[in-house]
């Protein structure tokens, strides 16, 4: 996509592939990342056009860094243009909606962003946005002890908690660790600790 351009006719954005133009910072990208402004902007676009959940403006920003498929300050600044020029809305609770003219131009030339580019960044923000969920959810506490921390998970039900489980570790770091890979998903590891505790030795 151009930059500083909003396009009424899907057809416009045909002219122009974004992968020939190398014109994007690419610090924290990866071999196969996007090093194109516009293709910076275009996966933006696909992400909001084929997510199934509602999005914030950051879970894309969040996609593109943690998959190091685009610089912070270029996918930063692709969505604030995108918002700028109206391709996308920015609602009152913060998520998008991407305009019906983007979304059918996304479609049209989507085949230009690498297939594994497009499949991992969709995959990527499911996760990140699940992981938000679990976030407002669940909880974890640390708590620090004499001669280490106390981490407690939370798995929660509406307004009860259904499991807590303590553990101590000595370090810091180990304590955040572990409040990361929890809050990632909480779910599995409460049916992996029930399937444990259930199943017979031997079977």
């Known amino acids: ?49 084929n997510m199934d959940s509602k999005i914030t403006a950051q879970y894309i920003v969040d996609t593109m860094v943690e998959g190091k498929i685009a610089n912070y300050f270029e996918i930063t600044n692709a969505v604030s243009q995108m918002i700028k020029q109206r391709n996308f809305i920015e609602n009152e609770d913060g998520t998008l909606t991407i305009t019906p003219e983007c979304k059918d131009a996304v479609e049209i030339v989507e085949k230009d962003l690498p297939l594994t580019i497009r499949e991992k960044s969709i995959k990527l923000c499911r996760k990140i946005v699940a992981r938000e969920i679990y976030k407002k959810e669940n909880k974890v506490e640390i708590e620090k002890i004499n001669n280490g921390f106390t981490v407690t998970c939370h798995v929660s039900d509406i307004n009860s908690d259904f499991m807590t489980l303590s553990l101590f570790v000595p370090t810091e770091t180990q304590a955040e660790v572990i409040k990361e890979k929890f809050l990632n998903n909480p779910v599995e590891i409460y049916e992996n600790l029930i399937e444990s505790i259930f199943t017979e030795d031997g079977e």
């Open 1 to 49: 996509m151009e930059n500083d351009k909003h396009y009424e006719n899907p057809e416009e954005i045909k002219e122009d592939n974004p992968r020939l133009r190398f014109d994007a910072f690419t610090a924290g990208i990866e071999d196969g990342g996007l090093r194109s402004q516009n293709s910076i902007k275009l996966i933006a676009c696909y992400i909001l056009a």
